[in-house]
């Protein structure tokens, strides 16, 4: 299913002019040189963008983006090995920059052996050609002399961003006009790419395991990149390198099936979306890739604003206004096709992937592939953010904020486990039951962190596991005072005792009860609020109304009928702590509706 989604995805691509020719690869390009007739350097000019970004602090950071440009097919094979038109700055200078200096000498002769290389393979691409800037590059390939030009200014001023930069060639004065993209270059660029590919043609013919038609088999895949963790060089998803994968005598790929066509059709396309911030986000240590069978980026959009808040088009504010939209929808049972129009002119029924990727030592392990209708798996989204609100107001809360509520504030190292957060996805994407371990997990972070305890986000979580896993609405976005239940209203009346003991102390406490005894009582009521009521008595005294609180702890006392639950499992712990979320944010919501009034009445 993923080879022939992503050959398809290739198709729609290549129809709107979005892939990348057969033969070239797209590379970063930091700085332009720019040379004289006779190949000298006369500048290097910084190509780059500058964009600014505003951090979670509401600084302004400034940062420097390349230029991407399209230059014959890149090599991939290990060692030396150099390309036609050169980027990398150890074949085209021969200079290593090392404590604070250039240099042509290393241990191994890598750069003397680069530059050699890359010298003697472009002079043989070169014979035949003739234009101004052709005849540049070659006059410099001819004269530049490594360990003549350690002083160069030229290069020390880059500094430290030397090595780790790529680097086109103009003429001095056109620096519109490069090297790569010069006519005579490509069209014999693509005489020897097409010779090549078909000189080197192995003959093996078989049947292809995606298009079904007799065809030249793959034996070596080209490599993925973009996979968080994986290799800078890239890795495979398709490989087999161990005597034990094969079968029938048939080496590498060739056990895979797949033609020479498909392959590449599916890595292009693979590695066309990993390069877009757009169709993929980060999930912990998995890469998430998605996209629609569409050319329209309005759906990727909509899926990373209701993921990760917003997206590079959509701001928090047009979010949180589709959002409502949404739930809006769902009140009635099913995000429309009118809806969706209505919301950016989508289609319902177009066919969504997500896919979850992995490295794993010079391979890409896939952990996921989701593959649904647009409209439900928008749809199940939208359900999700409306399960994990636990206010009227809509936050819309992305899966980074949920990693971060689930690990210790005193830890700056701690992992989640990737299988929670990966089994989290799914419910959200199929709409099924939350892993009970996310409802475990929150409550354990709830009663175990004193500094941060629970907040918004946290209950939202415990509220979403409960409604959805036990089949039935039983908590909404405000407080239930018809709520009889005894973990419920156990976590209500914490909540009152705790307002109360800060009201009568008339000043910040360093320790609460709250500090003391919430995980003690969400696991033992029975035996933590009896010492508590007799606190309490003590609190009445010194409150300015304790009639308030006598009315409102009778009230609630009332409904556990005279005894206190023994013992509370994991299902009736969330419930306490939803129970006192949302009985203290009440106490803020009256205090806020009075203020209003008061004002209103002036």
Known sequence: MLIKALCDYYDILA??????????????????????????????????????????????????????EEMPQRTEKPGIDSNIVEHRPLYIFG?????????????????????????????????????????????????????????????????????????????????????HNDMQIRQKWEQVY??????????????????????????????????????????????????????????????????????????????????STNHKILLDDITIVFWAMDTGETYEDMILALLCGQSDKMNAKETEGMLKNLLESGRRGKVTEGRLQSLSMIKADVDFYMLGLKPNSSRISVKFIFRKKYADILWNIAQFQKDIQISEELHPVTFSRIKEELRSPKSTSEKINPALLTKLFESVIYGNMYPTILLETTVRRVKNDRDKGINRVRAG??????????????????????????????????????????????????????????????????????????????????????????????????KLKGEFPETLLLQDQGRFIIGYYQQYQNFFEKKEKTINNEMEEN
């Open 15 to 68: 129809a709107d002019g979005k892939i990348l020719p057969d033969g070239y690869s797209k590379v970063n390009v930091h700085y332009m040189i720019c040379l004289n007739a006779d190949g000298k350097i006369e500048e290097i000019i910084n190509c780059q963008e500058k964009i600014q970004n505003r951090t979670d602090k509401g600084k302004i950071k400034e940062k420097w983006i390349p230029r991407i």
């Open 95 to 179: 200079l290593n920059w090392d404590d604070e200096k250039l240099s042509p000498d290393d241990r191994t002769g890598k750069a003397r052996k680069s530059h050699d290389a890359f010298v003697k393979s472009n002079l043989e691409f070169l014979e035949g050609i003739d234009s101004p800037v052709v005849n540049a590059y070659r006059n410099f390939l001819r004269t530049w002399k490594p360990e003549e030009e350690t002083e160069n200014e030229n290069l020390l001023i880059l500094g430290k961003n030397y090595g780790k930069s790529g680097f086109a060639f103009c003429l001095m004065g056109y620096p519109d006009l490069p090297l």
């Open 194 to 275: 097409y010779g090549g590919v078909s000189e080197n043609k192995k003959g093996y013919v078989a049947q292809c395991a995606v298009c079904g038609e007799e065809c030249e088999i793959a034996r070596i895949h080209n490599k993925i990149k973009g996979v968080y963790g994986g290799l800078a060089t890239g890795s495979v998803l398709i490989g087999f390198n161990n005597p034990s994968e094969s079968s029938y005598g048939n080496e590498q790929s060739f056990n895979s099936n797949i033609s020479q066509g498909v392959m590449k059709k599916y890595t292009e396309a693979l590695n066309f979306l990993l390069a």
């Open 461 to 558: 979580i415990i509220k979403a596991c409960i409604n959805r896993n036990y089949k039935k609405e039983e908590f909404g976005v405000a407080l239930d005072k018809e709520n009889c239940g005894q973990a419920y209203v156990c976590g209500r009346l914490f909540a009152v005792l705790e307002k109360l003991q800060r009201d009568a102390s008339g000043t910040k406490l360093n320790r609460t009860i709250k500090d003391a005894y919430f995980a003690s009582a969400a696991a033992k009521p029975a035996m933590i609020f009896p010492k508590l009521i007799k606190l309490a008595q003590n609190h009445l005294n010194k409150v300015s109304s304790p009639s308030y609180y006598n009315i409102l702890l009778g009230e609630i006392m009332d």
